[in-house]
């Protein structure tokens, strides 16, 4: 069984033996990190590539008032930042959400094994130009969605994402989230996210058990919030078929 980032990859690239052991190669040593705990903060000075192989984080900034805005969420097999040694100082703060295992992995082993391993350097364009990818679409969701839209793409994001490295049964996930830090995402108030979440539920959409979170109707899900994944770019997984969404097909003949 391939760790997450091998997975990850493979949705953007197809890999070889040799590459799955040199991506198996940087990763020697994990460590366990607990819930709500920086990985780095914001003026520290980057020395390593952090890589989540289990487990949520977030990036985030805090205000000067104290307000906190998450500004992406990191699933298993995403770097927090692949080249962030390039900075003097960190610009942001990373944070986990739930308990996680981190890879910590020097500049060097990203060097060698990008020079070495040319399939492995095309995934990793891929990844950092799907990062680009989804902080627009986050842009989009808080500057021209509905609230109850917002959260709903949300969840059709993290439904896709994380099952790509395989961490999705039957529709349900692992959902470690506080309805404060679904609001510091979404811009939104905890109350309007306690809302929202009602609604999704009342309309059968979803439901949340034991922070395990469930998609009864996927397709209806993302009929409600307008969804499509072409943004995430997964080729190789199930989300990477070529076809226009049954709302989009309606909107176009509109």
Not at 99 to 112: K, L, S, T
Not at 122 to 140: F, I, Q, S
Not at 159 to 176: E, I, M, Q
Request: with cysteine; charged share 25%; hydrophobic share 40%.
């Amino acid at each position: 069984m391939h760790h997450a980032l091998t997975r990850k990859l493979e949705g953007f690239e197809d890999l070889s033996d040799e590459d799955r052991r040199a991506l198996d190669g940087l990763t020697p040593r994990i460590r366990q990190v607990g819930a709500r705990v920086d990985l780095i903060q914001e003026g520290d000075e980057p020395e390593n590539v952090h890589l989540i192989l289990d487990g949520l984080a977030c990036r985030y900034k805090v205000l000067p008032d104290g307000k906190r805005q998450i500004m992406s969420l990191l699933v298993p097999g995403d770097f927090c930042d692949l080249n962030v040694f390039i900075l003097d100082q960190m610009d942001h703060n990373i944070g986990t959400i739930s308990r996680c295992q981190v890879v910590d992995i020097p500049r060097r082993a990203i060097e060698a094994i990008t020079g070495s391993h040319p399939q492995i350097t095309r995934a990793l364009w891929w990844c950092a130009l799907v990062d680009e990818a989804v902080l627009r679409e986050w842009l989009v969701n808080l500057g021209g969605r509905a609230p109850e839209q917002r959260l709903a793409h949300l969840l059709c994001e993290l439904l896709v994402r994380l099952d790509a490295v395989g961490k999705v049964t039957n529709d349900s996930f692992a959902f470690p989230f506080t309805q404060v830090e679904l609001a510091d995402a979404m811009g939104l108030s905890a109350v309007h996210v306690h809302r929202t979440l009602r609604e999704l539920r009342d309309l059968g959409l979803i439901t949340i058990k034991q922070r395990v979170l469930t998609i009864h109707d996927v397709e209806q899900l993302k009929a409600f919030c307008r969804f499509t994944p072409n943004y995430l770019h997964l080729k190789n997984t199930r989300w990477g078929a070529r076809r226009s969404e049954p709302w989009l097909n309606q909107l176009r003949g509109s």
